[in-house]
């Protein structure tokens, strides 16, 4: 038996995702002689793959049949080598695989005069996945006669109940721009919870990052790339998240599978509609299938990645433990969801959670039998929990047996409801990435003492109003990048198009480079947002960002003449310019009818009318999503409420300074995952939704879509304001022809469309249509109702999802320099 140190092992859980851990000392190589250390290292340097060493993506394919037998003919290696999470300025003697079929890997590592190793392996299929199998990581060396080898360390599969386990909840708001998680043990203190760190196993090496390419933030950027994708459907693809997923889409191959705002495709299609559901290649860095596949698919392949990613920082939270730190026992698993979405849409969504739970989640028997996927709340309602729990939460604490929260009420009173009665009329303004959300919400909550004479608190909302904008933050984007263009454009005579589909007429401007420019455009669009907030100062193209986009651009450009350069205008942005830019986007007969940014506010506007027409105050604004960061959001929603400027607030400024917490820089986006994990784990703060208000009696204008000069308008009404509801409406649908229903405040007011009717036959219909509520409508199924089709309109259209700029490369296409022309109508100001 050997008396010297044991070699290290790497215990992993089947199905955690791909597990790594990195700087794993070898103690039982250190004390090794120098020669025989050196051999070690010699014979792994001589074989190990380095990230130059690793072949171009498009020769990652080759690679499949043409290696020998033995470790290096593992097809992974490449990858790994290419694009693991390990920083490459050290020395190091490349990645070797552990042999020609497990996804297990490593890499040897000198520090001084100390060896270490970094360890790699995915546990969802093959050795890694298998309960008790023992993967060793060995060096070979010496000649075919006298061959030696010398095992570093290996990888142990371990039962999922050998770790301590912590039962708890998870929570989850897995949005279009960026996703956020919270697991709380069943212990743990109401409020103490925290929002998780998710590093992904192909993040930016640390040694590598920037400010603004930082990773493992408890925010995960929603965009997905696909790394592998294996040609069994039994096996799961590699999917890469995140800022990396950010960089490697402008960089990598352009027809590799990726997605920008993937949850725009979580939608049912149904069966006569099935031919318009969107699809794309499956191709990966390695690997492809034939043919074409659903999106819906690549967005079951993120949530699998999601969920993996979960376990893998729970596990191994740092990627510095040789074992486990715990493995959760998910008891409940909340999710958040968009407010508009169909039954349809939340019963697919919450099957998909479901699905992937079931495949990963490995759970004792109790736990199993309390499992559940729950739709706890829809995203505005989180955001307002999050506000009123920590309100609540905060003068419950300090109050005898909660006498800060009885009438009069001092919780109510600071809140914006002077007669202190525990209730208050909550509006929520929820500005994301490519929609906006608008909910106003009765808030009323009641001290109850139970049997054990211990008071807790029954929060209860109601939705009493609700709409949701295809315009958000994107568009503010949208137009500081089509000025970046415009200024990139007239300084250096670009005459190609941006447009993935646009062939260009310079054969060097290829789709590649097209991905790689539209991705530094949209980088420093956004960079030159987060500059404005944060310094209130204006952002300036600097010549070095200058020369990163002729770069970009390459042999594209045209530089300008000698001395011009020195009178050519620089590009400057403000915040009175982009928010001029802001004022002009608004729907009209140039538009086609299409909302513009200012629409939502449009929208408040009529919505305060109402409530002051029904003697319903708001007593509480609050705005959330960092595009309400921008100053004049506020500016804005102030003037369309008529409500005083103390009572907007930003999730940023709810709390006081005392009550914030380390990631309150962040809570814009995080209070959605906060609120829908305070709904359900608030402590003696206990929240409840009644369904929305089914008024007896219409509150809209509803009927016929007509386009006029200035707006569209409600043609024909179908019910007004006051009719009782619901109603069934007989209509003549022309031949091959279409027509679009709508709701409005008023008959002159701006429209809300519903849904299109469309009639694919030759021949004119009669058809019956149930008018239910003021958002609801539905099309009987009959004999005479064959041949047309009835679709609900949804964020980016009825039957077509609208794509953004990172999707297609069409920035201004509504219609064709819409955006242009109001950006270009004071470029004396900002250029």
């Keep these: 038996m050997s008396t010297g140190p044991a070699v290290p092992q790497f215990i992993v859980i089947p199905r955690t995702g791909i597990q790594m851990c990195r700087r794993v ?21 001589k074989v190990g793959v380095t990230p130059l060493g690793a072949p171009a993506p498009g020769k990652l394919a080759s690679l499949v049949g043409t290696r020998n037998k033995g470790p290096t003919a593992n097809i992974m290696l490449p990858l790994v080598a290419k694009y693991a999470c390990c920083d490459d300025d050290i020395e190091t003697t490349g990645w070797l695989a552990c042999d020609e079929s497990n996804a297990a890997f490593f890499r040897l590592v000198k520090i001084g005069t100390s060896f270490y190793v970094d360890l ?268 009123i729990w920590e309100h609540l939460y905060y003068y419950f604490s300090y109050g005898d047996k909660g006498e800060n929260l009885r009438t009069p009420s001092l919780a109510s009173s600071t809140l914006g409801n002077l007669t202190g009665e525990p209730r208050l009329r909550v509006l929520v303004v929820d500005i994301g990435g490519g929609s906006t959300d608008i909910a106003l919400l009765e808030t009323h909550w009641d001290v109850v003492a139970a049997e054990d004479d211990i008071e807790h608190v029954d929060v209860t909302f109601q939705q009493t109003e609700w709409s949701r904008f295809n315009r958000a933050g994107d568009r503010i984007s949208h137009f500081l990048a089509t000025a970046i263009y415009e200024y990139m454009r007239n300084r250096y005579k670009i005459t190609e198009s941006l447009d993935f589909e646009v062939q260009a007429t310079n054969p060097g401007f290829t789709l590649e480079r097209k991905r790689a420019t539209v991705s530094q455009i949209m980088k420093f669009a956004e960079q030159a947002k987060t500059v404005m907030v944060a310094t209130g100062q204006p952002w300036r193209l600097t010549t070095e960002d200058e020369d990163i986009l002729k770069d970009a651009f390459g042999a594209v450009i045209s530089p300008p003449e000698d001395g011009a350069a020195e009178t050519l205008p620089s590009l400057e942005f403000s915040m009175p310019v982009l928010q ?129 000069p200035g707006m569209t308008k409600i043609g024909k009404v179908f019910v007004s304001p006051g009719d009782p509801a619901p109603r069934t409406i007989t209509l003549k649908l022309p031949a091959n022809g279409r027509i679009r229903i709508g709701q409005a405040f008023r008959l002159d007011a701006e429209v809300e469309m519903i849904g299109i009717l469309q009639n694919a036959t030759g021949e004119e219909k009669e058809i019956d249509v149930d008018i239910i509520a003021d958002f609801q409508v539905a099309m009987k199924r009959s004999k005479k109702s064959e041949g047309v089709n009835y679709t609900e309109w949804v964020s980016g259209g009825a039957s077509d999802i609208r794509d953004n700029f990172n999707d297609t490369g069409r920035i201004d296409g509504e219609p064709e320099g819409f955006i242009r022309d109001i950006v270009m109508s004071n470029q004396e100001e900002w250029m």
């Design 580 to 708: 001029k830019w802001a004022e002009m986007d608004r729907r009209s007969k140039a538009t086609n009818g299409e909302p513009g940014f200012m629409d939502i506010f449009v929208y408040l506007s009529e919505l305060a009318a109402q409530c002051r027409r029904q003697q319903r105050e708001i007593n509480l604004v609050i705005l959330s999503g960092r595009t309400t960061r921008l100053p004049f959001v506020r500016k804005f929603a102030c003037e369309a409420l008529g409500v005083p400027w103390h009572r907007i607030r930003t999730v940023g400024d709810l709390l006081p300074d005392g009550l914030k917490t380390s990631d309150h820089a962040d809570m814009d986006k995080l209070a959605v995952v906060y609120g829908g994990h305070l709904f359900r784990n608030g402590g003696p703060i206990r929240f409840a939704f009644s369904a929305p208000i089914q008024a007896e009696h219409f509150q809209r204008v509803i009927g016929i879509v007509s386009d006029t």
């Design 120 to 387: 790699m392996i995915d546990t969802q299929s093959g050795g890694g996945s298998m309960v008790s199998n023992r993967i060793p990581c060995i060096v070979s060396h010496g000649t075919a006669l006298l061959k030696r080898e010398q095992e570093i360390c290996n990888f142990f599969v371990e039962d999922f109940t050998k770790p301590r386990t912590v039962v708890g909840t998870l929570a989850i708001d897995y949005g279009n721009s960026g996703c956020a998680v919270i697991f709380c043990p069943d212990d743990a203190v109401p409020g103490s919870a925290r929002a998780m760190a998710l590093p992904t196993p192909f993040d930016i090496a640390e040694s590598a990052e920037s400010a603004d390419s930082m990773g493992a933030g408890a925010i995960l950027k929603s965009m997905m790339f696909t790394l592998w994708a294996p040609e069994s459907e039994l096996t799961p693809p590699w999917v890469v998240y995140g800022n990396r997923a950010e960089s490697l889409i402008g960089k990598e191959d352009p027809l590799i599978t990726s997605l920008y705002a993937p949850k725009k495709y979580v939608r049912d299609w149904p069966e006569h509609l099935k031919s318009l559901e969107p699809t794309t290649r499956f191709r990966g860095v390695l690997g492809q299938r034939d043919g074409l596949f659903p999106k819906r698919m690549f967005v079951q392949f993120g949530i699998d990645q999601l969920l993996e990613l979960v376990l893998a920082a729970l596990a191994n939270p740092n990627r510095s433990s040789v074992s486990p730190d715990m493995y959760p026992q998910v008891r409940k698993l909340f999710l958040t969801y968009p407010l508009t979405w169909r039954d349809a849409e939340l019963k697919l969504f919450k099957k998909m959670f479901s699905e992937a739970s079931a495949r990963l989640f490995q759970q004792d028997d109790e736990v199993q039998r309390q499992f559940t996927v729950e739709l706890v709340c829809s995203e505005p309602v989180a955001v307002a929990t999050y506000a």
């Design 25 to 45: 000392p070898l103690r039982h190589i250190d004390l090794l002689p120098d020669a025989a250390k050196q051999t070690i290292w010699n014979a792994a340097l």
